[in-house]
């Protein structure tokens, strides 16, 4: 009998240690998992990062295009310009004088205008309109025509 109760105790035990060696089991899977789903987490902020970074790349990348495009767009106007005045060929000296005149009679009698809308109306809107206008037109007109400064390298 003795044998009977060992027995059973044997199958007891041997179901209380396979049940308690399950629930360790589980554990240690669920810790696992944990770690794995942490060590995913940190795998997927790492490259949200570099796509940011990939991002941030393109984007200067992208903003020296357009610095490198408008520049040349700049010198092209600028080569337009002297082509524009080369092809004018031989001309008398008064002619020519008379269209480097142009846009500095035309810059007075804007400003002139400007000058008479000030004194003569008032309204604000207007006259903030016309010093506007007039201060946009001065500085597109000769804006860009100071001489730039020499890149020594």
């Not at 629930?23 to 902020?45: D, H, I, N, P, V």
């Not at 200067?60 to 310009?81: I, V």
């Not at 092809?87 to 269209?99: C, D, F, K, P, R």
């Not at 804007?110 to 309109?129: H, K, P, S, Y």
């Amino acid at each position: 009998m003795a044998d009977i109760i060992g027995l059973g105790l044997d199958a007891v035990a041997g179901g209380v240690f396979g049940i308690i060696g399950t629930t360790l089991g589980r554990a240690a899977g669920y810790f696992e998992r944990q770690q794995s789903f942490k060590q995913e987490a940190l795998r997927w902020g790492h490259e949200y990062k570099l796509h940011e970074l990939q991002i941030l790349a393109k984007s200067q990348e992208t903003e020296m295009e357009l610095a490198l495009a408008g520049q040349q767009g700049s010198w092209e106007g600028l080569a337009a310009s002297i082509n524009a005045d080369a092809a004018l060929g031989a001309a008398s000296q008064w002619v020519i004088n008379t269209l480097r005149l142009v846009r500095p009679t035309l810059t007075l009698l804007l400003w002139l205008i400007t000058g008479w809308i000030f004194a003569v109306t008032q309204n604000g809107a207007i006259v903030e309109a016309a010093v506007f206008a007039a201060t946009a037109a001065t500085l597109w007109w000769f804006g860009d025509r100071a001489p730039k400064p020499m890149v020594k390298y």
